[in-house]
């Protein structure tokens, strides 16, 4: 194995453990609020109306954690054709020295989408790698894409996925 192929299947292992945790962090319970409503207390329930959004600082790097997205964000670069198959959920955006990377959680991710996808990454130049799965409960799998510093990792599994979009400095 060269170490092309141990750091991509390291990527891969770590985009499949994140995606169960996503996956394991959405079964929790929804958190009790009070038994009154908007109108009884004449506001805006904690949380509602805030920003959602956290950012973490540290030695050269920033993490951001995007909970109110609306649709594909629009700073992943060009060259990287939008996931339309599904709902974005969720947006991680981190910047380091080594470059910046987005992660989008996607919900009501229609059929087929994995292979669909791939097809489009082809279409705009990148070199496809994929593991997809055909079931009685639909497609799971994996589809990984690289062009130039641009890498792209798509992890699939029960209607949800995980998408990362990364690229090198």
């Not at 954690?65 to 670069?77: F, L, N, S, T, Y």
Request: glycine share 12%; net charge positive; with cysteine.
């Amino acid at each position: 194995m060269n170490r092309g192929s141990i750091i991509r299947g390291m990527v891969i292992a770590a985009m499949i453990f994140m995606t169960g945790v996503l996956g394991a962090c959405r079964q929790k319970a929804a958190p009790e609020r009070s038994g009154k409503s908007v109108d009884q207390d004449q506001g805006k329930l904690p949380g509602d109306g805030q920003s959602q959004n956290v950012t973490i600082e540290t030695k050269g790097r920033t993490i951001e954690i995007m909970g109110a997205v609306e649709g594909w964000p629009k700073e992943i670069p060009a060259e990287v054709p939008e996931f339309s198959y599904g709902k974005v959920r969720r947006v991680t955006r981190t910047q380091t020295p080594e470059g910046q990377s987005w992660d989008l959680v996607i919900e009501k991710v229609r059929e087929h989408a994995i292979r669909d996808y791939e097809v489009m990454l082809k279409a705009n130049g990148f070199q496809t790698t994929s593991m997809i799965v055909s079931g009685k409960d639909g497609e799971r799998g994996s589809v990984t894409g690289e062009k130039g510093a641009i890498t792209i990792v798509l992890i699939s599994t029960d209607g949800s996925c995980s998408l990362s979009v990364i690229l090198k400095q």
